[in-house]
């Protein structure tokens, strides 16, 4: 019989041949490079670790997203990291715990689920970020917003937008100003808010938060909608602080608010945002504040952080950007002056035998006479 399948990856698993490798790196270092330019030191957490380490950090992360299994060593339950931002908490929690305070860390590699995102089937995503650890202020949030733009456009996205978000908005309003009748439950509110559906959230008995349905859109716009609706004050110091932070991106990135928006943020707490670029369809990242989880007895650790998923700038960026141009060594060739054309940049092809072609292996430029002329 055949072994038709010998070859094949599972869904949502795929290779990255050269052009998509090539510029994955790029996408990598020059994001770093951003990062580290301001201070944010680079951290490399393991590929995979007790599922509890993982779990136990943050909030509302969601185990069953992950892949999980028994580690035939220690026989404890493992997990491979979906999100390398709770293991940078857990690094702040324990090694890190007396560097001092704010605490700039960066980071990539790939993550992994179980299932893809919405439309998105990918189980294996690039993801590059920072995290800020130890503040979750307005001027925090302004720089890790900031440093988000910067690495996305410094890796290539071109017309970026940016769209606000109050992840805790609804917990603080219920708790506050707009508490739900007996017998109705905010998780049918929050249901409600995001499926977008006013009739529904009226049935729920979430009359109050309708205006929320409305103060969506272009920032200034939705922000004064949101204001108006928030007359009664609980949410005065979020309100100034999202204009706070719109104010310092400036002409940085076109600026959007959706204040009930929840999709992808399991532990943010008052503030988050996603983060998009023309020409790419999806979000390319996300970030906000929250609050980084001790232990027992101990105050939790205010943090804010952004986490990029690139992979689908470094395809449209693969498709368009062309190959470097590379310089054929022929057979015979002074290594010394082969050498030194590397030291000064050119990528070298060394031929191995009489037959090896240059144009056929992608070479743009021949050695000869310790000259690289053009093909
Ligand atoms: N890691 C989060 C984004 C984030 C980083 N720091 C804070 N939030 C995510 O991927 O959704």
Redesign the pocket.
Known sequence: MQDTDRDLLPEGLGDRLPDQARVAQHVRRVGHDVLAGHGYARVEPPLLEFEKSLASRMAGVQMRRMFRFVDPSSLRLLALRS???AQVARMAATSLSGAARPLRLSYSGPVTTIKGDGLDPSRERL?V?A?LIGTDTVAAAAEIVELAIEALSAAGATGISVDFTLPDLVDTLSDGPLPLAPGYRIEQVREMLDAKNAGGLVDVGGEGYLPLLYAVGPFESAIAQLEAFAAQGALDSRIAGLREIAARIGAKARITLDPSERH?????SWF?FTIYAEGISGSL??????RILGQAGEEPEA?????L?PDPLIEALAVSSPEPDKLFLPLGHDPQLAAQQRAVGWITVAALSENDDARALGCSHRLEGGEAVRL
């Open positions: 999100d390398i931002t993801q970020g995290e992808g943020f399991e532990y943010q988050g990242g996300r970030g906000g504040t929250y943090a804010t952080g952004f986490s998923y």
